[in-house]
């Protein structure tokens, strides 16, 4: 069984940064690409940033420049550094795991992934 446990999240003002942390961790797998989405109310979860093993890394066009995707392999561990926040990123975020690679997916793909974190708030006021 495998445990995805996020951390970070809260308030903070327009303007601001806070960041994120997922941890993969109860099973012998590997995992491929890591990566973010988020969920407002009302809305569709949407694609935030995901990094695939190597390194490379990719952007959801609302978040390019500000937010920043990294990991760290041994750990089994994603990060994701939020900068200048907007209230339009206030939202549920959820990191996601691919522990069987399915590579002829996009990483902005949901199907790509096999584990997903509890979720996170993140509240950005104006």
């Known amino acids: 069984q495998a445990h995805i446990i996020e951390s970070g999240g809260g308030l903070v003002q327009a303007g601001g940064s806070l960041g994120l942390s997922c941890a993969a961790s109860?099973?012998?797998?590997?995992?491929?690409?890591m990566g973010w989405f988020r969920q407002a109310p009302g809305k569709e979860r949407e694609f935030v940033a995901a990094?695939?093993?190597?390194?490379?890394?990719y952007y959801g066009d609302s978040v390019q420049g500000r937010f920043t995707v990294s990991r760290d392999n041994a750990k089994n561990t994603v990060y994701l550094q939020m900068s200048n926040l907007k209230p339009e990123d206030k939202a549920v975020y959820y990191c996601a795991v691919e522990s069987n690679n399915r590579s002829w997916l996009s990483v902005r793909a949901r199907d790509r992934y096999d584990y997903w974190g509890q979720g996170t708030q993140v509240t950005v006021s104006s």
């Open positions: 109860g099973r012998t797998f590997t995992t491929y690409s």
């Open positions: 990094i695939t093993r190597s390194g490379s890394t």
